[in-house]
């Protein structure tokens, strides 16, 4: 009678949607659902985050100026100061959310994600070049960042590869990669002059302060291509999850996608890390909310996105509400609350004896 109830419930839960042209879809009424609620809250705090500020405005006053109904001082506050911090605050969490899912999943460990496997410390190491030896100019440090991330990501790879890349080898690889990033990182604060090590410091702590439409549209455009290809490519994904030889005898190119996601997750995270700086645990943390919160086996991309949107978006409005307006980077604050998620996951995994 228990298998039945359940085998009902789990009915319940799915549901298969036919297309037309022949194809079938199998829904998660839950996930679609907490999916839904994600965006609504990412939404909601989007709007008061665009309110809150030295000249407050009301909700219903922002959402009026953001269809072309606001007066000329509204309209230039929010479409040219506050919203576009706002859409690169949505896009980073987005793509940190996406990127820490499909590390944990390719892992197949819940420490896998940018934060531990040391590619926010690769593009800061690439945006540090930038800033100490050559003084460029923020254009030049976006550019330093995307190449430090890809070269980090592409020597964890090249590192990690034995017959394959396999999950506790590439975390390990990835924790070694981390402390020399780290230890790089210090040295070049150390050899750069006081105007440009405050200026780095100000960088590395991971910000949305003085974010305009430059950094809206390339993070728009790149995850406008990447996004569709990484949701399409879940259902290998999942497939792989089972072990390399049962993706090799359903007929998944295992090593081929496993390359070109985490070449995605890669250049989701260095173009992130590029956009605001290195937001810690974004990454690691909304994977794993949206899985306790979905409750379903697999990589979860598309809740792991909206979390990790909804994430820094909130936690950007609560350092404003807190401390007020631009006082506490976005970083400090998802680094707190991160690093204590963290802690309570190492204790969770520890009990249930999987490390």
Same mark, same amino acid.
């Given at each position: 009678?228990k298998?039945?109830?359940?085998?009902?419930r789990?009915?319940?839960?799915t549901?298969?949607?036919?297309?037309?042209?022949?194809?079938?879809?199998?829904?998660d009424?839950r996930?679609l659902?907490?999916?839904?609620l994600?965006l609504?809250?990412?939404?909601?705090?989007s709007?008061?985050?665009?309110g809150?500020?030295?000249?407050?405005i009301?909700?219903?006053?922002?959402?009026?100026?953001?269809v072309g109904?606001?007066?000329?001082?509204?309209?230039?506050?929010?479409n040219e100061?506050?919203?576009p911090?706002?859409? $690169?605050?949505?896009? $980073?969490?987005?793509?940190?959310?996406?990127?820490g899912a499909?590390?944990?999943?390719?892992?197949?460990?819940?420490?896998?994600s940018?934060d531990?496997?040391?590619l926010?410390q690769?593009?800061?190491?690439?945006?540090?070049?930038?800033?100490?030896?050559?003084?460029?100019?923020?254009?030049q440090?976006t550019?330093g960042?995307l190449?430090?991330?890809l070269?980090?990501g592409?020597?964890?790879?090249?590192?990690?590869?034995k017959?394959?890349?396999h999950?506790y080898?590439?975390?390990?690889?990835?924790?070694?990669m981390?402390?020399?990033m780290?230890a790089?990182?210090?040295?070049?604060?150390?050899?750069?002059?006081?105007?440009?090590?405050?200026?780095?410091? $100000?960088?590395?702590?991971?910000?949305?302060?003085?974010?305009?439409?430059?950094?809206?549209?390339?993070?728009?455009?790149l995850?406008a291509v990447?996004?569709?290809?990484?949701?399409?490519?879940a259902?290998?994904l999942?497939?792989?999850?089972?072990?390399d030889?049962?993706s090799?005898?359903?007929g998944?190119?295992?090593?081929r996608?496993r390359?070109?996601?985490?070449?995605?997750?890669?250049?989701?995270?260095?173009?992130a890390?590029?956009?605001?700086?290195?937001?810690?645990?974004?990454?690691?943390?909304?994977?794993?909310l949206a899985?306790r919160?979905?409750?379903?086996?697999?990589?979860?991309?598309?809740?792991?996105?909206?979390?990790g949107?909804?994430?820094?978006?909130?936690? =950007?409005w609560?350092?404003?509400?807190v401390?007020?307006a =631009?006082?506490?980077p $976005?970083?400090v604050?998802?680094g707190?609350l991160g690093?204590?998620?963290?802690?309570?996951?190492?204790?969770?995994?520890?009990r249930?004896?999987r490390?």
């Open positions: 009678m298998t039945a109830a359940k085998d009902t789990a009915t319940r839960a549901r298969a949607v036919r297309t037309p042209g022949g194809f079938s879809v199998r829904l009424v996930a659902t907490v999916v839904v994600l609504v809250a990412a939404l909601a705090a709007v008061l985050l665009i809150t500020g030295d000249f407050p009301p909700a219903g006053d922002v959402l009026r100026t953001l109904d606001g007066n000329a001082g509204q309209e230039f506050i929010v100061l506050r919203l911090r706002v859409l $690169v605050g949505l896009l $980073v969490g987005a793509s940190l959310g996406l990127g499909l590390f944990q999943a390719l892992s197949r460990n819940p420490l896998g940018p531990i496997l040391g926010g690769g593009a800061t190491a690439g945006a540090l070049v930038v800033i100490v030896v050559f003084s460029g100019g923020s254009g440090v550019v960042a190449a430090g991330g070269g980090t592409l020597a964890i790879y090249l590192l990690a590869w017959r394959g890349v999950g080898r590439l975390v390990l690889v990835g924790i070694g981390s402390a020399i780290t790089v990182n210090g040295y070049l604060l150390t050899k750069a002059d006081l105007v440009d090590a405050a200026r780095a410091l $100000v960088w590395m702590t991971g910000s949305l302060s003085g974010r305009d439409w430059a950094q809206v549209w390339p993070l728009l455009w995850c990447l996004v569709p290809f990484v949701l399409v490519s259902r290998d999942r497939m792989m999850e089972m072990g030889d049962v090799y005898a359903l998944v190119r295992v090593e996608v390359l070109l996601l985490m070449l995605s997750a890669v250049l989701l995270t260095a173009a890390t590029a956009a605001a700086g290195p937001v810690s645990f974004v990454a690691l943390t909304a994977p794993q899985r919160l979905t409750r379903s086996p697999g990589p979860n991309l598309l809740p792991s996105l909206c979390m949107a909804a994430l820094l978006v909130t936690a =950007d609560v350092s404003q509400q401390f007020g =631009d006082q506490m $976005v970083g604050v998802t707190v690093g204590l998620y963290l802690l309570w996951l190492l204790v969770t995994e520890r249930a004896g490390i």
